[in-house]
Each structure stands twice: as C-alpha cells, then as structure tokens.
C-alpha cells in the first residue's frame, strides 16, 4: 500500500513543501508506516508506504547513483512476477540491497527504459526522476488498478494517488464546467478515460507512460488488445484457461501477510477461495449482507438469488474460516458523505459505503485479500453479453435511459445532444480496434467497452474504498494476460448452452461444488429494505427544500422532486443503482458540491 505526490517543475517554481507535506498526509490512509521525500530544484518527490517486505526499504524514495547523478523513483505498485525479474535482472550482473519492489522497477527502468513497463506483470503507478537528463518517467499498469492523478499548471505539473492531493497546490482550483456536468450525469458514476469531473484535472490513462522534460509532456500508449486467432480447441482451451486463471490467484496470494478473500458465493469469488485454499491453509473468507434483508428481497433478472446457500456451501466443502459481516442500513447513511472523500467524487453510493464498512471489517482480521471482481467483463457474465433484450446499439448497455439522465439538467448548461454525445463516447471505444473474425466483431467490441468503462469504474471504487479501510484488496481477474488470452477466444467457447461464463466454469467445475459452478451470476449485494429508500427520500427533500442549495444550480427541482415520488425502478447503472442509488447519488453530487467548493462554470461544449 502507497500513495504518491509529486510537482515538478523547470520554471523553478515549485509550491512550498509544506503543501506536498499537506497532499500525502491527506493520503496517509494509503500508506504511513514509512515515509520518504525527494527534493531538488526542479521536483518535489514523495511517497508513503505501508505493509510487507515488497515495499519497505531503508532508501525511500528509492535511489540510485550513477555517474553522480540520481536516479529517484516513488511508486504505488505491486509486481507480482518479481522473482522471475529479479532473476532475469540478477544473469546481467544487477545487485540487490532489498526486497522491494521499488528497487526492483528502478532496475528494470535502467535496463530497458521506458519499455520496463512491458515486463511488470502487476499493478502500479509509477514515477523516476533521471537526473542525467533531467526528465520524468511516469507509468501507469495496462488495467488501470491503481490510480494517478494530475494537472498542469502554467507548464508546471502536480500529480498524486489521488485527486485530493492534486487540489492541495495553490493554483488549481476545484471547477466543474459544462462537459463536466455531462460526465457525472450522461456517464456517472463512469468516467471518461483520463478525465475526472473536475475541470483541468486528469488521469494518466491505463497502460501509458509518459515523459515530461522541458519541452512538455509526451504521452504513450505501451499496450492495447491485438487480435489473433485462436487454434486451440475447446478442452484445450478450458485447460488452458484453469491454469492461467489459478495462477493469477496464487501470485497474487502474499505468504508474508494474513490473506483472506471476499466470499459471495459467485462462481468468481468460489474460483478465488478454492484456489487459494490449496495454498494458504489458514486462509480467512467473508462475506456482506444488509440487516432484514432476507425479509425484503425480490429476485430479478440481475439478482436471482441470495448468497447465504452457496456461501455456506462454500464453508462446507472447503473448510473455510468464514465471518459474515452485516451492515446496518443506517450506517449506509451515515457513510454516504464519507465515501465521497474518499473517492473525491460522486460514485456508487451505498454500494461504495457497503464495501469500505466492509474492508474495515475485514483489516481487523487480515491485511491482504483477493477479490473475484472484474471475471464477468472478461468471460463475459453481464446480460447484454447475450441477452437480446440488452441489444443497445451506440448506447451503454448499463445506461440505456438516456432521456432521464438528461431531464435533471438545467436548460442553460444543456448545449449538446445527449444521443450523439453518448454514440461519440461508443465510437472514441472501438477506434483502435483491429478485429480480424468478422463474426467476433460485435462481441469484441462488448468487451473493450465493458474493460474500457464498467471494470474501470469497478476497480477505480475497490482500490479508493479498501485503502481508506487501509485494506489491500487485490484483483486477480485483471491480470493482463487473462484479458489477452480471453479476447482472443471465440464467442462460441465462452457461451454455450444457454450459460454464460460457460468456458469458466467448464475449467473449474471439478474444484466447486456443482451448484455453485453454475449459479446464475449475482451482483455485488445491496440493501433492499424499504427504510433505506424512505430515508434518502428525506435527506433530498430537506436538501432541496432550501432554494439556494448549491445542487439547484446545475440540476432541476422538480426533476429531484419527481425522483422522490417515482414508483418504478429506474436502472441509472446498471444491475448496481437502481431507483434509491439514483437519489443518493444526487445528495452525493450536493454534498461534493459543497465539501469541494466547487466553482461551476459556463463553457462551450
């Protein structure tokens, strides 16, 4: 666990130290047992560490000398492939002093450049000064797990984990202009690639590093999805897919920590906790549930069932130290308003809430855990996958009701086309593909859709909620090479009878038990007790009720108020926020508003 903050600058006007000081203290929930800064005339380098031998070294930031000039990385990363590189690294005659995976990525930058980053098979944002050319490598992993943040400032630059350390320097202010509305509301909680709903703050996007020396910022694409065609045949395939998958597990699995795994009762989840069981005999499992939620659910084509029966099937077959955590629908709540701090954005509500009160749960028992989150993008576990009815050409399967999500904004900051708007965002997605089978052409491009926007925001919400639970939660599912090896086989090996995921369970359906193996998808659990819907009802009609509240600017009050009043389920986003979301996440958008003093601004389109 780390959090970064850098400024970097060849005017030689770096902010003073006490605002970096400020930024990573602000960041301290991702890393605080080990501080380091870096300092010269043209760069201001921290970072602050916390966990197991990968990360801690004596020499923090990492640093190195070569023909007296520095070279200074500071990383949030984890390698996973590290003693494969350290060996590749030791047959050139490289020294280690340590452990750590900063030493390690220093390593391999001096050896390869910027190419280093081909060879990591791991999470990461990266940032090394080469004071023997006075430039910047910055990096960030292919996925996009782990976040890095930054603005540009008068050709100064101000980058960090997160956005709320980028808001720390002086000269950049928190404004919201028209296209900024149009991403929290036409695209929310999704966003674009590299943008945030902050005006003049951006991501480095996944799978890119950049340069920056004082000519600028050079930004480059090092890894995108090539099409090939796939030979193997089906069993071949299914073995093929059982041992990837099961390795991408067990070196994620830390024998140096206390591991646990986030436990639904979902084929993803089962798949990680079997695997992991064979390694790790003391491995600790969990699961969420809502208080009195069994006395209201209703099953639904994106919700079928419950967890309980196949958790506990789960616990039987494997033995397993098992703790289900449940969350009271107040504390869902209470923690709306936090979970946009620690987000720095409007995002997915309760079900954020629900997973940061349930890795602080967890980090009283573990350090590390591994989640099944992001399979169903890569096998292909969502309805629209398969289903007709989800047919939504030029549009986001998960966000089909684009006249709602329009109707809330105010006329005078409505300047575009919602259908064309959202057919630009679709079409910028499929640009760079090369699909050779022209029968996997509509399936392939479901998947980079699906990786490129709804996995994104996934992951962006589980690395934001875990670490300010100070939990390491690790995504095995998003390996790299798993998303390779997957969008090259065809459509026809990964659906079958009528099942989808079927190529995934196939490969493990002789590790779990057989309900468990095909047990339709379920959904990440929410609330669906009534009083949780009447109480949010409350807070946004107090909210509104004041005609200066800042929400009233950008948002109509007779659209809240018909929200209020709405008897029909609305999906917002998908399977995850549906009609209450919907209204929590517009007194999320009010309290960001105002917790931020957001600046909102007129622009052009």
Same mark, same amino acid.
Request: aromatic share 12%; glycine share 4%.
């Given at each position: ?222 890894? $995108? /999805?090539?099409? &090939?065609?796939? @030979?193997? *045949?089906? #069993? ?5 897919? +059982?041992?990837? %998958? ?72 494997? $033995? /397993?130290?098992? &703790?289900?955590? @449940?969350? *009271?629908? #107040? ?5 709306? +308003?936090?979970? %946009? ?265």
């Amino acid at each position: 666990m780390s959090g970064i903050v850098a400024n970097i600058s060849y005017k030689k006007t770096l902010v003073e130290k006490s605002v970096i000081n400020k930024a990573l203290d602000l960041l301290k929930h991702r890393g605080n047992d080990q501080i380091g800064n870096y300092t010269n005339e043209l760069c201001h380098l921290s970072v602050g560490n916390s966990g197991n031998e990968n990360l801690i070294v004596d020499n923090l930031p990492y640093t190195k000398i070569i023909d007296k000039k520095k070279i200074v990385v500071i990383c949030n990363a984890e390698i996973y492939n590290r003693d494969e590189l350290r060996n590749n690294l030791l047959k050139l005659n490289y020294q280690f002093e340590s452990k750590c995976d900063s030493e390690l990525i220093l390593n391999y930058y001096l050896e390869y450049k910027e190419n280093c980053v081909k060879y990591f098979n791991g999470v990461f944002s990266i940032i090394i000064f080469d004071e023997r050319y006075n430039t910047f490598f910055i990096a960030r992993d292919r996925l996009g797990v782990k976040p890095l943040f930054y603005s540009i400032i008068n050709n100064d630059y101000m980058f960090a984990s997160e956005i709320k350390g980028v808001l720390q320097h002086p000269h950049i202010d928190a404004m919201m202009d028209n296209n900024n509305l149009y991403e929290m509301l036409f695209l929310g909680p999704a966003r674009t690639i590299g943008s945030t709903y902050f005006k003049d703050i951006h991501e480095i996007k996944p799978a890119t590093y950049a340069i920056i020396s004082q000519n600028g910022m050079d930004l480059n694409k090092y890894w $995108k /999805l090539t099409d &090939k065609k796939w @030979v193997d *045949d089906f #069993d071949t395939t299914v073995i093929k897919v +059982k041992n990837l %998958v099961s390795d991408a597990i067990n070196i994620q699995l830390d024998t140096n920590d206390k591991n646990g795994i986030l436990l639904s009762g979902g084929l993803d989840s089962s798949i990680v906790s079997g695997v992991a069981k064979n390694k790790i005999k003391d491995l600790k499992t969990f699961s969420v549930d809502y208080k009195d939620n069994d006395l209201y659910f209703k099953k639904s084509l994106f919700q079928p069932n419950q967890d309980k029966i196949y958790i506990d099937k789960m616990v039987d077959t494997f $033995k /397993l130290d098992h &703790k289900n955590i @449940v969350i *009271d629908n #107040d504390d869902l709540i209470t923690y709306l +308003k936090d979970v %946009v701090r620690y987000r720095d954005l409007p995002g997915m509500v309760d079900i954020d809430a629900s997973l940061y009160l349930f890795a602080k749960e967890m980090k009283k028992d573990i350090d590390v855990a591994l989640s099944g989150e992001c399979a169903d993008e890569i096998f292909a576990g969502y309805p629209w996958y398969y289903n007709p009815d989800f047919k939504c050409d030029n549009k986001f399967p998960w966000a089909k009701d684009l006249k709602i999500r329009q109707s809330f904004i105010k006329d005078e900051f409505l300047n575009v086309n919602i259908d064309s708007y959202i057919l630009n965002k679709v079409n910028n997605t499929y640009r760079d593909l090369v699909i050779k089978d022209k029968n996997e052409i509509e399936k392939k491009k479901l998947m980079k859709l699906n990786l490129e926007w709804f996995m994104l925001t996934l992951v962006d919400r589980c690395d934001r909620m875990t670490m300010a639970a100070g939990l390491n939660v690790r995504v095995p599912f998003c390996d790299y090479r798993i998303v390779e090896m997957l969008y090259q086989i065809p459509w026809a090996y990964k659906y079958q009878n009528d099942t989808e995921k079927y190529l995934l369970r196939k490969a493990f359906d002789d590790l779990l038990p057989h309900d468990v193996v095909y047990r339709k998808k379920s959904p990440y659990p929410k609330t669906h007790n009534p009083i949780y819907r009447d109480k949010l009802n409350k807070i946004l009609l107090d909210i509104i009720s004041d005609d200066n509240a800042k929400i009233l600017e950008i948002i109509k009050k007779d659209e809240l108020l018909k929200l209020i009043n709405n008897q029909d389920n609305i999906y917002w986003y998908g399977q995850l926020m549906n009609t209450a979301q919907t209204i929590a996440y517009f007194i999320q958008i009010d309290y960001w508003l105002n917790e931020y003093k957001v600046k909102i601004i007129h622009s052009k389109s």
